[in-house]
């Protein structure tokens, strides 16, 4: 089974708040669009994943991101995190209402092709599954199987929330890369612990090089 990928991005500008602590607003963006750039890679060479559309509205981010294979959705509700996947995901399901739905996060810059493939592989099992992230609060990945809705409950305790609207939670083994999301300058740390994209390698050098 291969599966089309929803990423969500907010505008850069307002991206990654939370590592105020180790980054500068000058430098944030920079981070954010590197996290995205390598989690879109990485998902695109999932022998999973057939597709991945990332909802955004910055055109920077748009740009970039097409030119490594996405399509852009325009977040035309414009109303948070989950308003933006139930818009993408009716887009996808328009013009392909049979293909196999994920949400995935924009901030995994150490994701695995391989590891994501095992995440997907487990969700296929369900028909609606979720991957809890590292610190075991939130959720990096919410998959539908044909047919049924993703029904978003991404932010706060959203492990909780999806476990309680009826979604499988998966733990299968060794995928790290896919549960770790970058929100603060720990998570930074742990993900290059795991080992960066590219991009992402890239400008955490220079984070540390400026000492922003």
Excluded: C, Y
């Amino acid at each position: 089974m291969q599966w089309t990928l929803v990423i969500p991005l907010k505008p850069l500008a307002q991206a990654k708040s939370r590592l105020s602590d180790t980054a500068s607003d000058g430098v944030r963006p920079g981070l954010a669009l590197a996290f995205a750039q390598d989690t879109v890679a990485a998902a695109l060479a999932s022998a999973a994943v057939r597709r991945v559309a990332v909802v955004t509205d910055d055109a920077l981010a748009a740009r970039e991101l097409a030119a490594l294979g996405a399509r852009i959705v325009p977040d035309e509700p414009r109303g948070g995190l989950n308003a933006a996947l139930a818009h993408a995901e009716a887009v996808v399901r328009t013009s392909r209402p049979e293909t196999p739905l994920a949400a995935l996060n924009a901030d995994l810059p150490a994701l695995r092709p391989e590891e994501l493939a095992r995440v997907l592989d487990a969700a296929a099992e369900f028909p609606r599954a979720f991957l809890p992230d590292s610190a075991g609060i939130g959720t990096t990945l919410l998959a539908a199987a044909p047919g049924r809705d993703l029904l978003p409950a991404f932010g706060p305790d959203s492990r909780a929330r999806h476990r309680a609207s009826g979604a499988a939670e998966l733990l299968p083994p060794s995928v790290d890369s896919v549960r770790q999301d970058v929100d603060t300058g720990d998570d930074l740390r742990a993900a290059l612990a795991l080992g960066v994209g590219p991009r992402t390698a890239a400008a955490a050098a220079r984070l540390l090089t400026s000492g922003q």
